[in-house]
């Protein structure tokens, strides 16, 4: 058991750190490109793993060549990509919930992460259980009878209006399964919990909350985690590492020592990534969250201006990231069905033609729900004064 008095002198420490420290400004330059670009390249691992499976076989099954086992290795770290995205909204969230811990407002919160959340996750539901009710219904397509790897469930079983209002409660995993085709929502759940605990556990550890509020709020984390279960509780601490980068001291050193470190912390996330090849996922999702944040932290030593093209070719891919992730699996499912049932094109042409499609497709969503957030958050500010 830790000490009692080492747990109270942490949370003074804490509290202090908090209320003095620990107001980082907003992330930018240079750090800032570098983020970016991860949380595209998140999304697009994500895709290139639940793409795979519908075009590319298996290396078991044939001679695929050097290059061919090369590709099918590269594009197997799905997983890995969203622990990678835990650990950047855990930066990127976590460090808001600090800079503004000293004048916290619930209102304001849960409108900017409602908003940001719900503006895609709605229209993402709909949209893909049309396409799913035509996959099952018109094209008649085996792979919604969990025909494939990145789909290997029954997806009919998945569309009813129940498992719909329980993935907009954000209870999927919890109280029910991801639903229909979707079976990347799962995060979404850990994603919004974690939103939800976390200025709590910070709220509970400042100073200027009064004691029966902080008791209050330690209370409802505990349960919460309770009802979350263990493994959306277990990567909860992949989350908060990342919101710790924040009050991670800074290094003073040279810019080449700074980018030796840079490189050094990518070689050990590497590392850790392909060690999750011969792990179990909780084991391998804790080693490979450290590793990730070191890497994380050190992108944030060095503070320089980014180029201008490297900073909008990061802003753009990630710009749209988060819709990528919401539509690609209905919609890859969808046009897998499509081209497997109505064309003779061989599985290269069909897997190009499928990516093409899903990118055009997510760009379109991107600017028809995401790119509106900010109207739909003044909008609900206005409505909520």
Same mark, same amino acid.
């Given at each position: 058991?830790?000490?009692?008095?080492?747990?109270?002198?942490?949370?003074?420490w804490f509290s202090e750190k908090l209320e003095t420290e620990a107001q980082p400004t907003p992330i930018s330059g240079l750090p800032s490109a570098h983020l970016d670009l991860l949380r595209g390249l998140a999304a697009v691992a994500v895709l290139f793993g639940h793409w795979r499976p519908f075009w590319w076989p298996h290396y078991a099954n044939g001679d695929i060549g050097v290059l061919g086992r090369l590709g099918y290795f590269v594009t197997g770290f799905p997983h890995e990509a969203v622990i990678m995205f835990f650990v950047l909204s855990g930066f990127l969230v976590g460090g808001s919930v600090f800079r503004s811990a000293s004048s916290w407002s619930w209102k304001k919160y849960l409108i900017v992460r409602l908003s940001r959340l719900?503006?895609?996750?709605?229209?993402?539901?709909?949209?893909?259980?049309?396409?799913?009710?035509?996959?099952?219904?018109?094209?008649?397509?085996?792979?919604?009878?969990?025909?494939?790897?990145?789909?290997?469930?029954?997806?009919?079983?998945?569309?009813?209006?129940?498992?719909?209002?329980?993935?907009?409660?954000?209870?999927?995993?919890?109280?029910?399964?991801?639903?229909?085709?979707?079976?990347?929502?799962?995060?979404?759940?850990?994603?919004?919990?974690?939103?939800?605990?976390?200025?709590?556990?910070?709220?509970?550890?400042?100073?200027?909350?009064?004691?029966?509020?902080?008791?209050?709020?330690?209370?409802?984390?505990?349960?919460?985690?309770?009802?979350?279960?263990?493994?959306?509780?277990?990567?909860?601490?992949?989350?908060?590492?990342?919101?710790?980068?924040?009050?991670?001291?800074?290094?003073?050193?040279?810019?080449?020592?700074?980018?030796?470190?840079?490189?050094?912390?990518?070689?050990?996330?590497?590392?850790?990534?392909?060690?999750?090849?011969?792990?179990?996922?909780?084991?391998?999702?804790?080693?490979?969250?450290?590793?990730?944040?070191?890497?994380?932290?050190?992108?944030?030593?060095?503070? &320089?201006?980014?180029?201008?093209?490297?900073? #909008?070719?990061? $802003?753009?891919?990630? +710009?749209? %990231?988060?819709?990528?992730? @919401? =539509?690609?699996?209905?919609?890859? &499912?969808?046009?897998?069905?499509?081209?497997? #049932?109505?064309? $003779?094109?061989?599985? +290269?042409? %069909?897997?190009?033609?499928? @990516? =093409?499609?899903?990118?055009?497709?997510?760009?379109?969503?991107?600017?028809?729900? #995401?790119?509106?957030?900010?109207?739909?958050?003044?909008?609900?500010?206005?409505?909520?004064?």
């Amino acid at each position: 058991m830790i000490p009692v008095h080492l747990i109270q002198q942490a949370a003074h420490w804490f509290s202090e750190k908090l209320e003095t420290e620990a107001q980082p400004t907003p992330i930018s330059g240079l750090p800032s490109a570098h983020l970016d670009l991860l949380r595209g390249l998140a999304a697009v691992a994500v895709l290139f793993g639940h793409w795979r499976p519908f075009w590319w076989p298996h290396y078991a099954n044939g001679d695929i060549g050097v290059l061919g086992r090369l590709g099918y290795f590269v594009t197997g770290f799905p997983h890995e990509a969203v622990i990678m995205f835990f650990v950047l909204s855990g930066f990127l969230v976590g460090g808001s919930v600090f800079r503004s811990a000293s004048s916290w407002s619930w209102k304001k919160y849960l409108i900017v992460r409602l908003s940001r959340l719900l503006t895609v996750l709605l229209p993402a539901l709909l949209i893909g259980a049309i396409f799913d009710i035509i996959g099952i219904y018109v094209i008649k397509s085996p792979i919604y009878h969990g025909q494939s790897v990145s789909i290997y469930w029954e997806v009919g079983q998945r569309l009813g209006f129940g498992t719909l209002a329980c993935n907009i409660l954000f209870l999927q995993t919890i109280a029910c399964e991801p639903f229909g085709s979707n079976g990347a929502l799962w995060s979404l759940a850990n994603e919004f919990w974690y939103y939800i605990m976390f200025p709590m556990i910070v709220l509970s550890l400042s100073n200027k909350s009064s004691v029966q509020l902080r008791l209050m709020y330690i209370f409802i984390v505990v349960i919460l985690l309770f009802i979350v279960g263990e493994s959306i509780s277990i990567l909860f601490l992949v989350w908060i590492m990342g919101a710790l980068i924040y009050i991670l001291p800074d290094i003073h050193c040279s810019s080449s020592k700074t980018v030796a470190i840079q490189i050094f912390s990518l070689g050990i996330a590497l590392s850790c990534a392909l060690m999750s090849r011969f792990m179990k996922n909780t084991p391998s999702d804790i080693l490979f969250g450290v590793a990730f944040t070191f890497f994380v932290w050190s992108l944030c030593q060095y503070k &320089a201006q980014a180029p201008k093209f490297y900073q #909008e070719i990061s $802003s753009r891919l990630s +710009s749209f %990231s988060y819709t990528m992730y @919401l =539509f690609h699996l209905p919609v890859l &499912a969808f046009i897998a069905a499509i081209l497997t #049932e109505y064309t $003779s094109f061989g599985a +290269s042409v %069909s897997g190009l033609l499928s @990516l =093409f499609a899903v990118i055009i497709f997510c760009l379109l969503a991107y600017r028809s729900f #995401e790119a509106q957030t900010p109207l739909v958050r003044r909008t609900l500010f206005n409505v909520f004064r």
